[in-house]
């Protein structure tokens, strides 16, 4: 068994900031996904990698950084906050980059006022 | 463009019914079908997944029937609990993409006692 944990759980922020979100996982897995859900709506890819120091974008990656900097963590920036923004945002990882079972982490709640 | 669409949006049936819900895709390259499930403040997980080398997939209460010259596919859930209420997502990926998922949009079920 593992462990996805994603920090903070809640964010505000203002119009304009960068926002930094961050993922860990002990699943020691290789492939992690970062995924935008809105209310009502389903998951849209961001950002993923396959493997440390890989990115790979996703439909959704303009306005946003990523940084794999060890296997175990994927983060994720938010290059400049919209106003009124409201979303969470999911950190997910698989075994490997094949067609695995995607495991969640509990999310990030972010509210741009 | 969406390419995966669920319907309906939302479903309400009784407790002891069965729930359809259907899920159809535009590429017909997508090789791989998860229905993800989500509980309200809380994270997808995996529910049921089915290859198109199969028609059906079954898990206990739940079943998928494909459809793949029709490109549709629907999850039919059994004598409904009042548990299975949840958002369902029905998702697809191809082989050679790097485990890449595509959602719908979802399909929020509540089972009524």
């Known amino acids: 068994g593992g462990i996805i944990t994603q920090t903070p759980k809640f964010l505000i922020g203002q119009e304009g900031q960068k926002l930094t979100l961050k993922c860990q996982q002990n699943?020691?897995?290789?492939?992690m996904y970062w995924y935008r859900q809105d209310s009502g709506k389903g998951l849209r890819l961001i950002y993923y990698?396959?493997?440390?120091?890989?990115?790979q974008k996703g439909d959704l990656s303009e306005g946003y950084d990523a940084s794999r900097e060890k296997k175990s963590s994927f983060s994720l920036t938010v290059t400049s906050a919209q106003k009124n923004e409201m979303a969470v945002f999911l950190c997910?990882?698989?075994?490997?980059?094949?067609?695995?079972?995607?495991?969640f982490g509990p999310g990030t709640r972010l509210l741009v006022l | 463009q969406q390419q995966v669409r669920q319907s309906p949006q939302s479903l309400t049936v009784w407790e002891g019914e069965t729930a359809i819900l259907n899920c159809s895709y535009e590429d017909s390259t997508f090789d791989y079908f998860p229905w993800y499930w989500q509980f309200p403040r809380e994270s997808p997980a995996l529910l049921i997944a089915?290859?198109?080398?199969?028609n059906k997939k079954e898990d206990g209460r739940f079943t998928i029937f494909f459809n793949k010259r029709e490109k549709k596919l629907s999850l039919h859930i059994t004598d409904s609990q009042p548990g299975d209420s949840a958002t369902y997502f029905c998702a697809a990926s191809e082989d050679y993409n790097q485990g890449k998922l595509i959602f719908g949009q979802g399909t929020k079920l509540s089972i009524k006692p």
């Open positions: 089915i290859r198109p080398v199969s």
């Open positions: 990698s396959i493997t440390e120091n890989d990115l």
């Open positions: 997910a990882s698989t075994r490997d980059n094949n067609q695995d079972t995607q495991y």
């Open positions: 699943f020691n897995h290789d492939t």
